[in-house]
């Protein structure tokens, strides 16, 4: 079994408005010195595969295919 995580971003020069929307928020209730937020996506996944080469190929076919909207959003993967 490989448990593997998969972080999606949003690429630089995208806007994100829930990024703002939570900076304000921060703001709001009073934390101070928030310079720049910009949030994503978190996938925890378990794999049956004992091959990590395959396991990783597959989970990036999952981030291509489903997982991120490769035109606006990055992706990392790292396996355990």
Not at 15 to 22: F, M, R, S, V, Y
Not at 24 to 53: C, M, N, P, Y
Request: some cysteine; glycine content about 10%; proline content about 1%.
């Amino acid at each position: 079994m490989i448990k593997a995580r998969v972080t999606v971003t949003l690429k630089n020069g995208v806007l994100d408005p829930q990024g703002k929307a939570i900076e304000g928020a921060l703001s709001g209730l009073g934390f101070t010195g928030i310079g720049h937020v910009r949030q994503g996506k978190v996938f925890d996944l378990e794999l049956e595969s004992a091959d990590k080469a395959k396991a990783e190929a597959d989970l990036k076919a999952m981030c291509e295919k489903l997982l991120a909207n490769t035109v606006i959003e990055n992706y990392t993967i790292s396996l355990d």
